[in-house]
Nanobody
């Protein structure tokens, strides 16, 4: 069982930066691949970025490539999403997720555990 708690969301102007963090409970954090998803009002939940158990393999949605960076620290049981050059269309609730599969996963149904979400709002 893994419990995930996100933090770091907020209101920022377009062009600004935010850093989201996700703290995971459990002794086997390094056995899980992790991902960040987001969901805007009226839209489906979509993947933003993901990485494998070691952090050496990563995936980014085309819409965030070059602007967002995902990373993990297995010693601290944390995963982070650094978001730069934010745009109004990045506005959404952002979720941290964990999957028992150690390889990178791209779809929400592949993930077994979810955080409660943190709101990110980018003003124009």
């Amino acid at each position: 069982q893994v419990q995930l708690v996100e933090s770091g969301g907020g209101l920022v102007q377009a062009g600004g930066s935010l850093r989201l963090s996700c703290a995971a409970s459990g002794r086997t954090f390094s056995n899980y691949a992790m991902g960040w998803f987001r969901q805007a009002p009226g839209k489906e939940r979509e993947i933003v970025a993901a990485l494998n158990w070691s952090g050496r393999s990563t995936y980014y949605a085309d819409s965030v490539k070059g602007r967002f960076t995902i990373s993990r620290d297995n010693a601290k049981n944390t995963v982070a999403l650094q978001m730069n050059s934010l745009k109004p269309e990045d506005t959404a609730v952002y979720y941290c997720a964990a999957t028992r599969t150690m390889a990178v996963q791209f779809t929400p149904r592949a993930y077994d555990y979810w955080g409660q979400g943190t709101q990110v709002t980018v003003s124009s």
